[in-house]
């Protein structure tokens, strides 16, 4: 009989702690790793990491798959990419509690919010749960390939107490703040890890409604942070507008002050205009500095936008005579488009200003946008962008643009945030804040327009390897993606290679490791498209002690369950 159930053997050790690498073998056994050291005895299985980096399990914070648990067990893209935790419920939207007439209501918010069209969420929710505790029961008949911990979605609890006057935004009564009080204590105690919500004017709904959270008002949010502090659980979820001119973590602070729990926010940098994060850092550094728990989210790249005529956007999308051709199948949509009359005439046309969000507009701004590539570069320079290709070309970027997207499977990206001056500077200054951790990748949400779930490849490849100037240590950026995330949300049994903790680990060929460019596939419910991105260089996932990735391929195993929280 062997000693272990599974031995990696001969990597080098990365393992979370920011401590420096070091060369040898992880043994497991029921799950749990059982012993680091150098010439451990055989186990059951071998992975030889002779070459390679062993790193802990990457822990996602800022996840959208809350109805694709409901209906498939690979969590992808995130699987790709190292990750083997992910939480979801983030910025208030989910689908539970929730009786069976707001269900549309719950759909087209996801839908808006996160573009998870209105027919994939239709015909793929079973719908077998009313309650909170009745979907955690349910995802805990079921698994994946990665854990799964859940907050309560504020928008869909709203909505289930306060019913229609909760959708519409109306104040909450002293009685439905109790009543969700009272709901969110029973989803904590069946092991929600907290609860997200949203105060942002970008979330609505897909008939153009703001989300229901918007205008919650302090006493609203303070009745949550008082049921985590009287039960001494849960973490808080927020996003507000942090981009805004005068904007501050008062809020934020407010709820860590007062629930004397752990609160997580977005943060970021417009591309231009008064840029405030340095002030937010400040201010953020100083709520730690007096003891309480908060911690700021910043995706690691460009805050992208994919464009094309068989995503959800492009350029063009808003104008009258492009609008009248966005029912027909793409070939036949492509066919029009080529037609010199028409090109003409959307080029002539300006984007619907009525267009939810200002999306229309937002889709046109060409000096940060470009061809990615394959490899996709993410960090390319001014000259690059379609406005600076189209100017040296003496045509306009519209026009450009346009032919461009008459191309195969043609794309644009767009960074439209976290690209101030057309570098990545700023996040990257952002990050190396001690009270910072990444995040933001959006898995399963945004299945037309984002592709970020592969944040924890990017990091480890260009950051801490391909970045020509302010790369970041290796050891710090493991530490980062996977013991910093765990702690944050209360996992203290992952997130570090060390005995006794779960078997959560990845083996990567690091210099072998490189993104794909984002690609549409049509396996969601009903057949539908969303984007993915592949990488090279994961030797091997292993989750729970058991591999459920070798050399980029699933092995069929799913030992990923629900976590439920105050438990690990």
């Known amino acids: ?275 405030a994060w340095r002030r937010h850092l400040a201010q953020l550094q100083a709520a730690n500095d007096r003891g309480l728990t908060v911690r700021g989210q910043v995706l690691p790249r460009g805050v992208g936008m994919m464009l094309g005529h068989q995503l959800t956007l492009n350029p063009f999308y808003s104008t009258p005579t492009y609008t009248a051709l966005a029912h027909l199948p793409l070939a036949q949509r492509l066919a029009e488009l080529r037609k010199p009359e028409v090109k003409a005439a959307i080029l002539a046309e300006a984007p619907d200003p009525e267009t939810a969000s200002m999306l229309g507009r937002v889709v046109r701004q060409f000096g940060t946008m470009f061809e990615l590539g394959n490899p996709p570069d993410y960090e390319q320079p001014p000259e690059n962008s379609i406005a600076a290709r189209a100017a040296r070309e003496g045509r306009t970027p519209e026009d450009l643009a346009y032919d461009i997207l008459l191309g195969k499977d043609a794309t644009l990206y767009l960074a439209m945030a976290n690209f101030t001056d057309g570098k990545l500077d700023a996040v990257g200054e952002i990050m190396r804040h001690r009270d910072i951790v990444p995040g933001l990748g959006d898995g399963g949400a945004h299945c037309g327009t984002i592709c970020d779930g592969s944040y924890s490849t990017y990091m480890l490849m260009y950051w801490a390897r391909d970045r020509a100037e302010g790369r970041m240590a290796l050891p710090d950026v493991v530490r980062w993606l996977s013991h910093d995330t765990a702690a944050l949300m209360g996992l203290a049994d992952r997130g570090l290679i060390a005995p006794g903790l779960r078997a959560d680990i990845n083996v990567i060929d690091f210099d072998g490791l490189h993104l794909h460019a984002p690609e549409i596939t049509h396996d969601l419910p009903g057949g539908m498209p969303r984007l993915v991105q592949r990488a090279d260089g994961y030797t091997a996932t292993v989750v729970n002690g058991t591999p459920v990735y070798r050399d980029g391929q699933p092995t069929g195993e799913l030992p990923g369950r629900l976590i439920r929280a105050g438990a690990a």
Request: hydrophobic share 40%.
């Open 1 to 275: 009989m062997s000693a272990y159930d599974l031995v990696i053997r001969g990597g080098t050790i990365v393992d979370g702690s920011g401590g420096e690498p070091f060369v040898g073998d992880v043994g497991v056994r029921d799950g749990r790793i059982a012993a680091v050291g150098q010439g451990l005895e055989a186990g059951a299985e071998e992975i030889d990491a002779s070459g390679k980096i062993v790193t802990p399990g990457f822990v996602d914070v800022h996840t959208h798959y809350d109805g694709h648990v409901t209906w498939e067990q690979r969590l992808k893209p995130s699987s790709f990419h190292g990750i083997t935790t992910a939480i979801i419920g983030n910025c208030g939207v989910g689908f539970a509690p929730c009786r069976p007439d707001e269900r549309d209501t719950l759909i087209r918010l996801m839908e808006g919010v996160e573009d998870i069209p209105f027919p994939v969420l239709a015909t793929g929710l079973p719908w077998t749960w009313e309650t909170y505790p009745e979907y955690l029961d349910f995802l805990a008949s079921r698994s994946f390939d990665m854990d799964v911990a859940c907050y309560v979605p504020h928008a869909a609890l709203r909505v289930y107490v306060m019913g229609e006057r909760g959708a519409n935004r109306e104040p909450a009564t002293a009685e439905d703040i109790a009543q969700m009080r009272a709901l969110y204590g029973e989803a904590l105690e069946h092991g929600a890890i907290g609860i997200g919500t949203s105060r942002t004017l970008f979330h609505r709904s897909s008939d153009g409604k703001p989300i229901p959270t918007l205008e919650a008002g302090e006493a609203e949010l303070f009745g949550f942070a008082d049921e985590m502090r009287a039960r001494g659980k849960g973490v808080f979820q927020i996003v507000e507008d942090m981009h805004l001119p005068d904007a501050t973590l008062d809020n934020v602070v407010n709820l860590a002050d007062r629930s004397r729990r752990p609160v997580t926010f977005t943060i970021g940098t417009p591309n231009e205009g008064p840029l």
